[in-house]
């Protein structure tokens, strides 16, 4: 079946510094969305993207979607102390059935 | 405030007790959703709803008992739990189903003993 494959489990990032998480699918994806999951709190949507090498920003963060539409990354730069939290990803394949990362743990180093 | 409202926040429960989780959703949405939270897995998706009828059962055991009196309701009965089935339950809904965004609810955190 459709795996969606995340990596790394965990990010220890320095304040200031820059990081990629990753996200694999086994197979072509509709679409991808990204949710952030702060300590203690739920899922909150952030992005989905939809067309093959789709690329977009929110501030920091910087969202691609791969040309044969299997991985996507997610890049933040200057890291800051509130990108705490888990990232998700979620791909929805082509019968519409939406199978979430095991999700990017992410810590900030003041 | 997310629009989607999970009661209770905290439950726990010993094998053989009863329970209900309740999620209220002040969105419109028609979809609605329950995905269960373990660490270092996935978001498994447990139940899908749509206009009030049920679309997806993924393999769920029948311990787990949902139910949809209305779009804006959903409740998760609970029965004879397994310590294993401690975990976060959260609710989510979706305008429809499809290529919809899934707005999440606080979620119950259930620990059963």
Not at chain 2, 40 to 62: A, D, G, I, Q, T
Not at chain 2, 96 to 106: N, R
Request: glycine share 8%.
């Amino acid at each position: 079946g459709q795996q969606v494959m995340q990596i790394p489990q965990y990010q220890h990032v320095q304040e200031g510094e820059d990081f990629t998480t990753y996200c694999n699918s086994s197979t072509t994806l509709s679409n991808i969305q990204w949710y952030k999951q702060r300590p203690g709190g739920h899922p909150v949507f952030l992005i989905q993207l939809v067309k093959s090498g789709e690329v977009k920003k929110q501030k920091r963060l910087t969202f691609q979607f791969g040309e044969a539409k299997k991985n996507s990354s997610l890049h933040i730069t200057a890291t800051q102390t509130t990108d705490v939290g888990t990232y998700f990803c979620a791909g929805r394949n082509s019968w519409g059935k939406l199978q979430f990362g095991a999700g990017t743990q992410v810590v900030v180093t003041p | 405030e997310t629009g989607v409202t999970q009661t209770p926040r905290h439950l726990v429960m010993g094998m053989t007790n009863k329970k209900s989780l309740k999620c209220e959703q002040h969105l419109g949405h028609n979809a609605m959703y329950w995905y269960k939270q373990s660490a270092k897995k996935p978001l498994e998706l447990m139940f899908v709803y749509s206009l009030e009828e049920r679309v997806e059962n993924n393999s769920v055991p029948s311990r787990f008992s949902p139910e949809c009196p209305n779009s804006s309701h959903l409740f998760l009965h609970l029965h004879t739990l397994q310590p294993e089935d401690s975990a976060l339950y959260l609710c989510a809904s979706s305008q429809d189903l499809g290529d919809e965004k899934l707005f999440f609810g606080s979620g119950t955190q259930l620990s059963v003993l």
